[in-house]
């Protein structure tokens, strides 16, 4: 199968592109500090953040991958985004004081003042290695359809691409990326609703038809409501979204940093509650476009689709069936949703790289020039693994990215939850408390990774599915830290301001 490129489409993405390479252009002449760099002076509407926020967590998971878990399977991988409105809820009251209660930066440094400087670097480690692997992933999605379009080979799409993000980023700091998501998730928006109306437009029976043949093939299914560990059922997936979200809200530097870039409590509150209700019809959305791709390919058969990997179908779509010229922006959603994400994790990485590794132990005591000048060698270098992670993700097979997706965050996530709930929401467990928990924790997840892998010998392999392992390890640190806690009565040190319990609610 061969798709030839078009020259207008090629020329509305390149217009894109340069109009984002000129935004982090245009912001890196103001990042002199790295409170600018990494904060934006603290400055930021809540709006802003709220659309920012919705363009970072969207990627092109959501405009490549949801559409693919929908045309293979049904909407059961949609329930866990179903939690996000109740976690929210916790965010706005309890989360988002916490953080703006001094003048800190990464989400990072509340651990070291709750708990040491030990749970500190497991913490920041623990974000670093998720966000890399959570690069190349994303890197690697939007890759395929460029891929496609092009003709160019997946390899030297990942390199041009990966590197073009990491300039506008690095060279911007946290208002080019700000400002770029707000640009990216309207642009995101926009392609979906050009695919949705092209396929209206081409069934017979318009959206009737849509909702008739996915209704008779169980496409809007949700999962079974059976209680089953080794099963994608309901439960299990709304379980998994409710710690999915709760890490994020709670321990994701990409959503706390912002949370301190908002000007105030008020718009940092503002921004939650706007992303929280723009986020779930989004994803909801680009589900039923994965339906209406289904129904689409049911009524009009194409030989070349039963060919096609899941994460390929929607790319293919694009390429095929969306007038010329109306491609091009569409595929520039692709890169808007793709882009959007990638910048966040760069620009989260080094700066939790900076606030909680070289400030405190590899570099004390540096100016802020020397910093903020390593801080863009740390994005450089997130850039690089990025790069070489979506080309080996490029040659591994896999169900669905989106499936990867859940299974790549549950068994590395560690007990960051865990650590965070505890440090709100205890009073009793302290340093010693916490390390007890985190070796046992950090035990039981490398066992059941290597379980969720198949590299255990099958009388020690327990039959239970890999979403589940990020639960069990965050309840196993809870388990283990609270009971070393009430048997040693590890109290701590003074915990004012640390605790929902001692909090001063004097927020700004």
């Known amino acids: 199968m061969n798709l030839t490129a078009r020259p207008i489409d090629l020329v509305v993405i390149v217009l894109y592109l340069l109009g984002m390479a000129a935004l982090g252009l245009w912001f890196s002449r103001r990042n002199k500090t790295t409170e600018e760099y990494f904060l934006g002076g603290r400055s930021f509407p809540g709006w802003v953040i709220g659309l920012s926020m919705l363009g970072t967590s969207i990627s092109s998971v959501t405009f490549l991958a949801f559409p693919a878990a929908a045309y293979t399977l049904d909407w059961r991988q949609l329930v866990s985004n179903l939690m996000l409105p109740f976690i929210a809820v916790l965010a706005i009251i309890v989360f988002i004081p916490f953080f703006r209660r001094g003048n800190t930066t990464s989400a990072f440094e509340y651990l070291g003042d709750r708990f040491g400087p030990g749970v500190r670097l497991y913490g920041t480690l ?64 926009i392609g979906g609703l050009v695919c949705f109306a092209t396929i209206v437009w081409e069934l017979p029976g318009g959206l009737g038809q849509i909702i008739e043949v996915a209704a008779q093939h169980d496409k809007f299914d949700v999962g079974s409501l059976g209680f089953n560990l080794n099963e994608r059922t309901f439960w299990t997936v709304a379980l998994l979204g409710i710690v999915s979200w709760l890490t994020m809200y709670s321990s994701d530097q990409n959503v706390v940093q912002r949370y301190l870039a908002a000007s105030s409590l008020k718009e940092a509150r503002k921004a939650t509650t706007i992303y929280s209700i723009v986020a779930v ?58 882009m959007s994400s990638l910048d966040s994790s760069i620009n989260a990485i080094s700066t939790v790289v900076t606030v909680d590794l070289m400030k405190p132990y590899l570099a004390k005591g540096r100016d802020d020039r020397f910093y903020l000048r390593w801080a863009r060698i740390v994005a ?129």
């Open 380 to 508: 450089v270098a997130a850039s690089v693994v990025m790069i070489l992670g979506a080309m080996l993700l490029s040659s591994i097979n896999k169900e669905s990215m989106n499936d990867l997706s859940w299974i790549v965050a549950s068994v590395f996530g560690g007990c960051l939850l865990g650590l965070f709930m505890a440090g709100f929401f205890t009073t009793r467990i302290g340093y010693r408390a916490a390390l007890f928990g985190l070796a046992g924790a950090i035990t039981l997840n490398v066992y059941l990774g290597m379980n969720a892998a198949d590299f255990l010998p099958p009388a020690i392999t327990i039959p239970v599915h890999s979403y589940w392992t990020g639960i069990l390890v965050n309840l196993a640190f809870l388990v283990i830290a609270g009971g070393v806690a009430l048997i040693s009565g590890d109290r701590g040190k003074d915990l004012r301001g640390l605790t929902v319990w001692t909090l001063d609610r004097e927020a700004k």
């Open 281 to 338: 019809p989004t994803w909801a959305f680009f589900f039923f476009l994965g339906t209406c791709v289904f129904v689409f390919y049911s009524v009009h058969p194409d030989e070349h689709v039963a060919g096609l990997a899941a994460d390929a179908v929607f790319p293919y779509f694009i390429l095929t069936q969306v007038p010329v010229g109306i491609t091009g922006l569409v595929i520039a959603g692709v890169l808007a949703a793709a």
């Open 126 to 189: 623990s974000f670093i290695l998720l966000q890399l692997i959570r690069l190349a992933k994303v890197l690697f999605l939007v890759a395929i359809p460029v891929s496609l379009l092009t003709g160019i080979d997946i390899r030297l799409v990942i390199v041009f691409v990966g590197i073009f993000i990491s300039l506008y980023t690095i060279a911007g700091g946290i208002e080019a990326v700000i400002w770029t998501d707000v640009v990216q998730a309207i642009v995101l928006w």
